[in-house]
């Protein structure tokens, strides 16, 4: 289990994390949702145990984040970490010297659904093509948390449920548990179980997504609204 006791973290003035708590549980999908700058990219580097916070404890499994919980999660930035040299198969065999969990199977199955190759140069492939890399990096590992920034940035709109929607019931591991941050909140709601929203670093709403929408009778995109207007008043 991911535990966030009271996480507070500023750069300079500005108060990135003002005192989030949150836990996400064994198999659970979280989206950790927020405007821009809400401080979605902040919380994952913590959990990641890339960023020190100034105040506040996070737990993975009751071991304190840190370097040495990195190897339980793979982290997904939101930004591209290749050399400009390398080839799709050059970051396969990257990830398969660099981790033991690594799933040569389901990386292979990962290469046909997203009708990858493996020759390709990541820098020259599209921003989608990218990001459709970047996603089978991540899901080929069996790692037990998956964290994921912007994942479907750059992916079209049709494909994008249809990933969502396979990350679920193809490539999940079981038990495993994801906290993915999203803009794209109507198409990739369909994989959540659970939804924290986020604004100016504080959590503003959190719940199980289906009972949200069945209680307010209202899409999950709707209800996000409704407190983001709510928070700015
Ligand atoms: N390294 C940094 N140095 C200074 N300020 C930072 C740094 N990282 C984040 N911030 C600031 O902290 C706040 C939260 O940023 P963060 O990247 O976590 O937001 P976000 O919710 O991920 O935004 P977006 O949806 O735009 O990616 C922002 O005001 C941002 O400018």
């Given at each position: 289990m991911i535990r966030v006791d009271n996480a507070v973290k500023s750069f300079g003035n500005k108060k990135a994390l003002d005192g989030i708590s949150f836990t996400a549980g064994?198999?659970?999908?979280?989206?950790?949702?927020?405007?821009?700058?809400?401080?979605?990219?902040?919380?994952?580097?913590?959990?990641?145990?890339?960023?020190?916070?100034?105040?506040?404890?996070?737990?993975?499994?009751?071991?304190?984040?840190?370097?040495s919980t990195r190897g339980m999660l793979t982290y997904l930035p939101d930004v591209d970490v290749w050399y400009p040299w390398m080839k799709l198969s050059d970051a396969i065999q990257y990830m398969k010297d660099m981790y033991w969990d690594w799933d040569d199977k389901k990386a292979h199955h990962l290469l046909d659904f997203f009708k990858l190759r493996e020759d390709s140069l990541i820098q020259q492939a599209s921003k989608g093509t990218r990001a459709k890399m970047k996603l089978l990096l991540a899901l080929s590992r069996q790692a037990k948390y998956l964290l994921m920034d912007e994942p479907f940035t750059g992916i079209d709109p049709f494909a994008r449920q249809q990933i969502a929607q396979a990350i679920v019931e193809d490539f999940m591991e079981e038990g495993q548990?994801?906290?993915?941050?999203?803009?794209?909140?109507?198409?990739?709601?369909?994989?959540?179980?659970?939804?924290?929203?986020?604004?100016?670093?504080?959590?503003?709403?959190?719940?199980?997504?289906?009972?949200?929408?069945?209680?307010?009778?209202?899409?999950?995109?709707?209800?996000?609204?409704?407190?983001?207007?709510?928070?700015r008043v």
């Open positions: 064994e198999g659970q999908i979280v989206g950790l949702l927020g405007s821009n700058g809400a401080g979605k990219s902040t919380m994952l580097k913590a959990v990641a145990g890339l960023l020190r916070l100034d105040q506040g404890l996070i737990t993975i499994d009751e071991k304190t984040a840190s370097l548990t994801i906290i993915i941050t999203t803009h794209e909140i109507s198409e990739v709601e369909v994989m959540l179980d659970e939804v924290l929203f986020i604004h100016e670093g504080n959590l503003m709403l959190t719940g199980h997504v289906e009972t949200l929408k069945q209680e307010r009778n209202k899409s999950l995109i709707e209800i996000l609204k409704e407190e983001y207007d709510h928070a």
